[in-house]
């Protein structure tokens, strides 16, 4: 069995889906699981005001509340001039798999997410990004530098294949996150709607 998902790092309830798809793939290990970046704000260019983070800390409550995962609420409001441009993270989830193709994207994709959930870093700045993308590599036994790292971010290639996997999610008819699909018959059909517990996702896929 082979599974998509579509999803966006800085997309909250991606954020929390995230654990439920990690449990889901260690009860079953011999699903095979494609990611796909989803450019939930790719290349946006309005600074989130005060208005916005309200907005956000809404979905946070409530993703916390589902998932029991950590949000630091003060690292949000803290932000100054906070570009909420997704396309930087998502480049750099595309830059792991480029580095290394038989990662555990799953989790470089989750350490990402912690880096703007709960550490409040500057996801959209390339330099943040690689330092926390090799970190994560390296403990993943893929070991690499951060300037490594930056420097394939940086690649035109790279830029490219963040492009494809946006173009693939619109190929796809997603429109909202974190979208899951199963390939059956050479198919795609879709899992669910949105957030789902991994018991709901076994009965739905059957296992």
Request: proline letters at 3%; charged letters at 25%; one cysteine or more.
């Amino acid at each position: 069995m082979k599974l998509t998902l579509v999803a966006d790092p800085m997309c909250s309830w991606c954020y929390g889906f995230g654990k439920e798809m990690t449990l889901l793939v260690e009860r079953h290990p011999d699903i095979a699981l494609e990611l796909v970046m989803g450019g939930l704000r790719a290349g946006g260019t309005d600074v989130l005001d005060d208005a916005g983070k309200r907005f956000r800390l809404q979905h946070w409550a409530r993703v916390e509340e589902l998932s029991g995962l950590e949000f630091n609420r003060n690292g949000l409001m803290a932000r100054q001039n906070f570009i909420y441009d997704t396309e930087p993270i998502c480049r750099a989830v595309v830059a792991a798999r480029i580095l290394a193709p038989d990662c555990d994207l799953l989790g470089v994709f989750r350490a990402l997410q912690r880096s703007f959930y709960v550490d409040a870093l500057d996801t959209t700045d390339g330099t943040v990004l690689a330092k926390a993308g090799a970190a994560t590599l390296t403990k993943a036994g893929h070991p690499t530098t951060a300037e490594k790292f930056l420097k394939v971010w940086q690649e035109p290639t790279t830029i490219a294949a963040a492009q494809a996997d946006f173009r693939r999610t619109r190929e796809l008819g997603v429109a909202s996150f974190p979208t899951l699909f199963v390939e059956r018959d050479g198919k795609h059909q879709r899992v669910g709607n949105g957030y789902a517990k991994v018991d709901a996702l076994e009965h739905e896929l059957r296992l």
